[in-house]
């Protein structure tokens, strides 16, 4: 990777240690400094049972607007081999904004940025590209947080939506003049190859290589983590068929 993409956390985030997820978007975690129990607003809707392990270290990042219900949002946990998971989607989300508005994925090169939340067909999807020869390109992309052994998962909870996309990004490949593409990005360092996770999602998983075998690009790419921000790492290979 040529071009270096970042993105930097708004303020300084605090260490605390995780106790209980009581619903999807909340998070009981214990601040030493204060000796507290604190909540803390959850952004990643995902299931992240193999990371949020009780006494585990959650960084937190404190809001600045005072009328929200909650004064924190989390932002990463520790990983089990060393360091760090993102467990908020903003930022990743803002780091592949960049690199798609920066045209610096070689696999996209010659592409373009027209639009993001790009409605066409029955769905909206995430960037709409066009390459130099007027071709456009529908860009989907999905977050990697489940991993075993440096390998990453999609999904790590049974998305029906995900697999909606899939099959609807497949047909759009099959029957128009339209090029295709998922972008999955881990949010780890570690991770060396993505894959599917038919043990928690076997229609995905079927889908996803029908979308490969329909000229669907896959594209992925690692990142690294630390408590000042998210960096763009470098590309790893996407595998489809784990059935």
Known sequence: ???????????????????????????????????????????????????????????????TNPNRKTKWTAVLVEANEGGFVSINTTYPNMLVDKMVKESIIPELQGYKWIKSEYAYGSSRWDFLLEHENGTPLLLEVKSVT??????????????????????EITKIAQEENMHTAILFIAQREGIKRITTAPHIDRRFAEALVE?????????????????????????????????
């Open 1 to 63: 990777m040529e071009k270096n993409v970042s993105v930097v956390f708004p303020n300084a985030l605090k260490r605390m240690k995780y106790i209980s997820r009581p619903n999807r978007f909340i998070l009981h975690c214990y601040l030493e400094a204060t000796d507290s129990e604190e909540i803390v607003h959850l952004a990643d809707p995902g299931r992240l049972k193999e990371l949020l392990i009780e006494g585990v270290g959650v960084y937190v990042l404190p809001s």
């Open 146 to 167: 489940l991993a075993d052994n440096h390998i990453g998962m999609f999904p790590d909870a049974v998305t029906a939506r995900g697999t909606k996309h899939v099959k």
């Open 211 to 243: 979308a490969e075998k329909a000229g669907v690009m896959l594209i992925g790419y690692n990142c690294k983590l630390s408590t000042t921000g998210i960096a763009l790492n470098k590309a790893i290979p996407v595998t489809a068929k784990n059935i």
